[in-house]
């Protein structure tokens, strides 16, 4: 889980937008795809490591990792939701 302070500083390093912490389901879901190498972030490089979650940019196109509680805000890092749902 990422400090809700956190949250509400951080915003898409892309767009501008707001974050929202995404929900159970959806990391649930992400993480069964990237454990049948299923899913590329936007630099094209097949995500190997699960997520302990994820921020989600307030159009809901994208998905920001996070690892050990970190928030991974770098653009190539983040995941498209059409890939996903």
Known sequence: ??????????VCPESKQSLEESDADLVRGINVAVAEGAIRNRAGEVVRDPLDGGLVREDGKFLYPVRDG????????????????
């Open 1 to 10: 889980m990422v400090d809700p302070e956190l949250i509400r500083i951080l």
């Open 70 to 85: 970190i928030p991974i805000m770098l653009i190539d890092e983040g995941i498209a939701l059409s890939d996903v749902r």
